[in-house]
């Protein structure tokens, strides 16, 4: 068990890779720690980073004009951390802010790190390709969910999906992931313990 | 040869840290471009956290009609310093105000407040300095402020634009905090004690050149000096231009 443990396990989900290519994609990663309540990323600025939460929690979100907002990822270990404009070229600045909400630990690619990588170990675009696959999937699948079902079953799916979440993260950081207020997630959470 | 007991002891105990320009984060993104003293948002230094409670300084420019988006703050005393140009503020307390060279700003956010910030100008960029200081009270009730200066009153005199006393010059902020800012002639010397026992200071030059203590600066250098009573600063160059923030050094 090295602290490259847990990182190597999450990326060979999709190819397995050798201890050769595995060497080269840690030597590539910087490891970093940083205290809770850091904004890493603020809307209008450019992502400068790919980090894999080793240890911690964090947030992604977006604050519309009247300052209301809206959590898009709620991140805990093990989790992918960044946001579209890391590999858009300089005209698009991202339009979210990512918080670390407990003391976190990372490990982080920069845009040339992560090109390094690809060329240094071809196969690790196979990887990142399905991870970005079932990153789709998962979007897609969030998007249909927030339109289609009630608040209830929308809370129990996320309780089901992620069943540390709730108590890892305050109330209204959930009921703003699951775009309901946080009074109805109280309501709805009631209504479930009486059941 | 006897040396002096007292400069012995101020040259064993008195601490330096020099942090040059260029060693400061920098983050370009077209819109804005900014140099971080200490780690912020891209830039995650362990080494550069902090000095005593000075938390962020960063040295800011924002194209025209560009700016931050509402973005929210909470404990954290965030003061504004415009060095070029006009920069808007929108918070969410209802104030909009527009601050320019020779005004400072200041807000405490205390429970919580979301703000904007926004190159009011289409035709120039803004620079300003951006500093957060941790405050001394936890939760207060968000507040809001701003001055102008009289920037002649700067010439070849420190200038108290920040201060825990609301009676006193400058802006008032919740915590034991003193900033400074002085434009100076060529040789000109001066010298600053701090006014609580135990701050540090944080020495910011934003033009030309200086000595502190024998120390030398030049454009965008910081240099934090803690255990000491006074500072001797000589400017050198013709309108130099300086910025002292004494600080608690203990979170």
């Known amino acids: ?195 | 040869m006897m040396e002096n007991k007292k400069t012995v002891e101020k040259e064993i105990l008195t601490n330096y840290i020099l942090h040059k320009a260029d060693t400061r984060g920098h983050a370009n993104h077209g819109w804005l471009e900014s140099y971080h003293s200490f780690s912020f948002a891209g830039y995650q230094n362990p080494e550069r956290m902090n000095f005593g409670v000075l938390r962020v300084l960063n040295d800011d420019s924002v194209s025209q009609g560009m700016g931050f988006g509402k973005h929210p703050h909470d404990n954290m005393e965030i003061i504004s310093i415009p060095l070029e140009g006009d920069l808007e503020h929108q918070d969410s307390m209802g104030n909009t105000t527009v601050i320019r060279q020779g005004d400072i700003q200041v807000m405490s956010a205390g429970t919580g407040i979301f703000h904007s910030e926004y190159n009011k100008n289409k035709d120039q960029p803004v620079k300003f300095l951006q500093i957060w200081v941790y405050p001394n009270q936890k939760n207060v009730t968000p507040r809001y402020d701003q001055i102008t200066l009289n920037l002649e009153d700067r010439h070849n005199k420190l200038q108290q634009i920040l201060s825990p006393n609301q009676e006193d010059e400058g802006v008032w902020v919740y915590q034991d905090a003193w900033f400074h800012m002085g434009t100076f002639d060529l040789h000109f010397e001066t010298s600053y004690s701090t006014k609580k026992k135990g701050n540090g200071i944080y020495a910011f030059v934003l033009k030309g050149k200086f000595k502190i203590d024998g120390v030398e600066l030049g454009e965008r250098d910081g240099l934090g000096i803690s255990n000491l009573d006074s500072i001797a600063i000589t400017a050198d160059s013709a309108n130099a231009e300086i910025l002292l923030m004494e600080v608690p050094m203990k979170l």
């Open chain 1, 1 to 195: 068990m090295t602290v490259y443990s847990q990182i190597n396990k999450n990326i060979s989900r999709y190819v397995p890779f050798e201890k050769e290519e595995l060497e080269i994609f840690n030597s590539l990663l910087e490891h970093k720690k940083i205290v809770k309540k850091t904004t890493l990323l603020r809307a209008g600025e450019q992502c400068s980073f790919e980090a894999f939460l080793i240890k911690g929690s964090a947030r992604k979100y977006y604050i519309d004009g009247s300052g209301a907002e809206v959590i898009l990822q709620l991140a805990v270990e093990d989790a992918w951390l960044s946001d579209i404009s890391f590999s858009m070229y300089e005209d698009s600045p991202s339009n979210v802010f990512i918080e670390t909400l407990e003391d976190c630990e990372f490990f982080v690619f920069s845009p040339e790190s992560k090109e390094s990588l690809f060329k240094k170990a071809p196969r690790f675009e196979r990887a990142y390709r399905i991870l970005m696959e079932r990153h789709l999937a998962v979007t897609q699948n969030r998007l249909f969910e927030t339109i289609a079902k009630t608040a209830t079953d929308k809370y129990v799916a996320f309780l089901e999906q992620y069943p540390e979440y709730a108590n890892r993260f305050a109330q209204h950081y959930i009921a703003s992931y699951l775009g309901i207020s946080p009074e109805f997630l109280s309501k709805i959470r009631n209504k479930l313990a009486r059941l």
